[in-house]
């Protein structure tokens, strides 16, 4: 009788650990499922950023290239501007 109260507490303490254990490993892996999750939805949101600005650069190219366009490009870009024209720049923001 003596033996098989002992088989008994052994028995108990092997299912208890094995459950501390269970419980250990299910709260990593909920961790590990977290920190993916935050990490999918942060590369989600720069995939989206990146499409757009695929998209703005590919209505870019389908503007015509015409006087206008590389007027545009010479202000904005290049920082051109005509021989007569005066530049006036505020720090007043």
Same mark, same amino acid.
């Given at each position: 009788?003596?033996n098989r109260r002992y088989g ?6 092997? $299912?208890?650990?094995? $459950? ?6 299910v709260a990593a892996m909920q ?22 600005? $695929? ?17 545009? $490009? ?13 530049i006036i720049e505020s720090n007043?923001?």
């Amino acid at each position: 009788m003596k033996n098989r109260r002992y088989g008994n507490l052994s028995l108990k303490m092997a $299912v208890a650990c094995f $459950v501390v254990f269970a419980l250990l490993a299910v709260a990593a892996m909920q961790m590990k499922f977290n920190d993916v999750k935050d990490k999918h939805k942060k590369l989600q949101q720069e995939i989206a950023l990146l499409e757009e600005s $695929v998209n703005d650069l590919e209505n870019q190219l389908a503007l015509p290239f015409d006087d206008e366009y590389v007027e545009q $490009v010479a202000r904005e870009k290049l920082g051109l501007c005509y021989p007569d024209e005066v530049i006036i720049e505020s720090n007043l923001n």
